[in-house]
């Protein structure tokens, strides 16, 4: 039984690598569907904004409040934003956009695909003369692979105004004064690793809704399971993801 | 055998370019489930031929290897005069232009409005034609179905019989020479299974199309056949037109005209 | 159509949003880094730079002008230093400006810290090379202390010995006969130029101990419950107590061999005919710490008193 399931993650796995290496050979086809492209951005990225944007300055303000007594303990509150920065920019808004997108993307892209898949819709388009592949999954994973580094430099900014308010619910830090701190603490090293890696969590986002999405069968039920998987694999390859990020910046020296 | 051996000798005989579909020995299997074993299969212009059998005797299984959506692990599919396991994927999309398909499940596209659904099969990058053009061959295809004022909806605010409907106009819009139908009236009260059935006949009519239509709906086989073929564990098991069928006593046979 | 077009127009907004804020903060942060903007270097060499390195910032006055552009070893004991500083500050570090390498706060990172000196001197330019303070160490420290107080009882027992001579019922002229008498004076200078650099080093460094165990901070406050060193500061301080005491027996000795000098006129010939001699006495007095206040004193006297310029203006001729 373990090892029937153990061929059968080493078999996915394997898949997965095809269906990624399928997108990269029909990126450079001909005829890019630029309309669908489009569209894809505004429910991709628009229509996360706001999911996006409360989460970021959530975590902002809690992750400050909490991040206070340490410091006050050591005598360090002034030290609050600098280290609130550091935290919030180096991992937390990037992999809570990564994760909240996941969940709204990856399931969205995955049932969108699954029922396209069960009703024939995906056949159709193969038909009518449109190759499904592109339509549908190049357009989609070029959407998140994009969109989901232009939301997490926005949840960037909004943790951090949580940060500013978090900061003066019990202490008092100018504006001028925590942004001064803010950018003097940041570094280039800071920002750059963590933008870079939400290229690669949108694309893994993007890859495994459409992976699953696309390879759905069974029916409606099929919708439900590869809506799940889809939520489940790409949360758990942001995690992944990120793991490897930090031992690559830390390689190349940039931490 | 001796129903193989009439087919074949009955294509020698007739004349070879209104032949439309010739199917040879077609073997298709998922895993160890052989769904389609030497199947043969002839369709001729302007004929409509049912094909009948139970669920899951691989009556789609052998569309879709028609229109190339599935690969026959053996045998040929002639479609007019190419082998459609033989084509690259633009030969393939040339012949489809002249193959229409009605899916089962209607596959209108949730996310697009009716015209943009009907709009769909005409963005292929090498058909070229101006708005007034495409919006004109729409009006054409919606009025064909009677469904003219559905233009700006969703399919999802549709009942579905005006789905299957403006399914059929999706598929007439590009005026195939041959239409694949797949269950067209599963799912539908007698009263619009009726409809559609007499739908499928004037479509036939008006643009002299040849039609393989999968159904197990007896109501609608007895309006659209000119001739019936039995699909029975994978292979054509008789052809003959729905009166000879009906008086039939194999019990293969009987079982569906009861 | 409408529809698309107000679709795009609002992924437009976030997508041009966030691009702003992007380079907004890229900006802010390569403004901290001295990345925009234009700059000018300028390089130190330390002994030591305690783990200074590359990004460290610079400051003057204690603002962030710049930041340490690299950091190279030159030799075994010259770390050089490259400082990449805003150009707006250029007017205010002054060639004889002093860069030393300190840390920000109790435990924070490495800085170079560039600190004016009251002298005048014009604005540095492109590619100067400061001076560095080499940093307190405690080690250093101790080594200097002993080897100062080695000097200084070479240079009193010296002295001493000059002075009894004097003392002792023996003339002027047989003291000044007396080539031994002179290789002693001799060497004494020697020493007491010596000392008196190494003394000023150590009375700072000393300065710094104490106020730093006063406030009871840093490594020294630490270092205070070490006894052996504690009792390697006193035992210092009470030796150079000693030398102090001797120097002032010494001093008023030397002010009576004047004395005596100017008396005694024509006898003094030979002592004077070693030009070297009088040069090294000259500067050994010149560069006795202030605090020995009678030195300084001696030294007006001699530069009034003994006519030895009207001699050098002759042998000039």
Known sequence: MASEKFQNFIDETGDIARFTGRFFKELFKPRFEFNEFFRQCFFIGYKSFPLVAITAFIMGLVITIQSRPTLVEFGAESWLPRMVSVSLIREIAPVITALICAGKIGSGIGAELGSMKVTEQIDAMEVSGTNPFKFLVVTRVITTTLMIPILAVLADAISLYGGFLGANIHGVVSWDLFWNQVFDTLAFGDVVPSIIKTYFFGFAIGIIGCYKGFNTNKGTEGVGIAANSAVVISSLLVFILDLLAVQITDILGLN | MNTELSIQNDSNSSNTSDLVVCIRNLEKSFGENHVLKNFNFKLYKGESIVVLGKSGSGKSV????????????????????????????????????????LFQSNALYDSMTVRENLEFPLRRHWIKMDKEEVNSL????????????????????????????????????????????????????????????????????KYNTSSIVISHDMNCVKIVANKIVMLVDGTNYISDTYKELQKSKDIKISSFFK | MARETTRNLRVGIIVILSTLLLITALYLIGDKQNLFGSTFRISAKFYNVNGLMQGNNVRLSGINVGTVENVEIVADSSVNVVMLIEKRVQPFIKKNAIASVGTDGLMGNKLVEINSVKEDATGVEEGDELETMRPVEVDDMVRTLKLTNDNIQIITSNLRLITDKINSKNSLWSLLMDTGVAENVKSAVVNIKLMTNQSVEVTGNLKEISSGLKNGKGTLGALITDTLFSSHIRQTIVKIEKFSDSAATITGDLSKIVNKIKNGQGSIGVLLNDTMLIYNLNKGISSIDSGALNFNQNMKALKTIWPLKKYFNKTDK
């Open chain 2, 62 to 101: 052998l569309v879709k290897c028609i229109i190339g959506l599935l690969y026959p692990d053996a045998g040929t599919i002639q479609v007019l005069g190419k082998n459609i396991p033989d084509l690259n994927h633009d030969e393939l999309d040339r012949i489809r232009v002249k193959v229409g398909f």
């Open chain 2, 138 to 205: 729409v009006m054409e295809a919606l009025g064909n179905v009677g469904l003219e004022e559905t233009i700006d909806m969703m399919p999802s605010e549709l009942s579905g019989g005006m789905r299957k409907r403006i399914a059929l106009a999706r598929t007439l819009i590009l005026k195939p020479e041959i239409i694949l139908y797949d269950e067209p009236t599963t799912g539908l009260d007698p009263i619009t299974s009726t409809e559609i059935s007499n739908l499928i006949v004037d479509v036939q009519k």
